[in-house]
């Protein structure tokens, strides 16, 4: 007799799984974390990841499409919310630079989830579906400046936050605040607001 999987302590499940792995690639990135390691912070066993997930791969891609979902639905979210030009550039700021720890650990699996895809097609996709989300955010608020010319500032917008959060990595005691005030004054002139 077939086992009856409960859809809503499934998708529970899978989430607390994904939690675990995006964890564990934090700790010990994309090339050195395997399903063991996953298994073993979620405390549970390989075949229960495997019964989830089909590999490693399809895991570790999961994992990537929760957490840049999760981030531009926060993103998206706070953008409503402000109900001022300058009020979503500062939210956009904050979602992007929204605590050292949660910052340092998504942009560490982030960049290293973005090394590997450039080696695997099927990670790459998710990194194009994560880039096709952020650019529809990103035009969103390179039309605060207008149409003419909102792809480019767009692109400008995204290069700004991608730089930030490479030195952001390598800063040994980053000042989240500065690094807000910096993303927000570059946002800012390449809007053309300063």
């Known amino acids: 007799m077939a086992r009856t999987v409960n859809p809503i302590q499934d998708r529970s499940r899978r989430a607390a799984l994904e939690r675990a792995a995006y964890l564990a690639l934090y700790e010990r990135g994309y090339a050195g974390v395997t399903l063991a390691n996953i298994a073993a912070h979620a405390g549970v066993s390989r075949g229960t990841l495997v019964y989830h997930f089909g590999s490693r791969a399809g895991l570790l891609a999961a994992v990537m499409r929760r957490f840049t979902r999760t981030i531009t639905a926060a993103t998206r979210r706070a953008l409503r919310l402000a109900d001022t030009p300058a009020g979503k550039l500062q939210a956009f700021v ?14 560490t699996v ?5 090394a590997a895809a450039t080696r695997d097609p099927a990670l790459m996709a998710v990194q194009r579906d994560f880039l096709r989300q952020t650019l529809e955010l990103d035009l969103e608020l390179a039309r605060l400046a207008g149409n003419a010319g909102a792809e480019t500032r ?34 800012r002139a390449i809007l053309g607001w300063d």
């Open 110 to 114: 982030s960049l290293d989830f973005l």
């Open 154 to 187: 767009a692109r400008q917008l995204r290069a700004l936050v991608e730089g930030l959060s490479v030195r952001f990595l390598a800063d040994p005691a980053p000042d989240l605040t500065a690094y807000r005030a910096d993303c927000l004054a570059g946002l």
């Open 94 to 107: 904050d979602n992007q630079f929204y605590g050292v720890e949660n910052t340092r650990r998504f942009y």
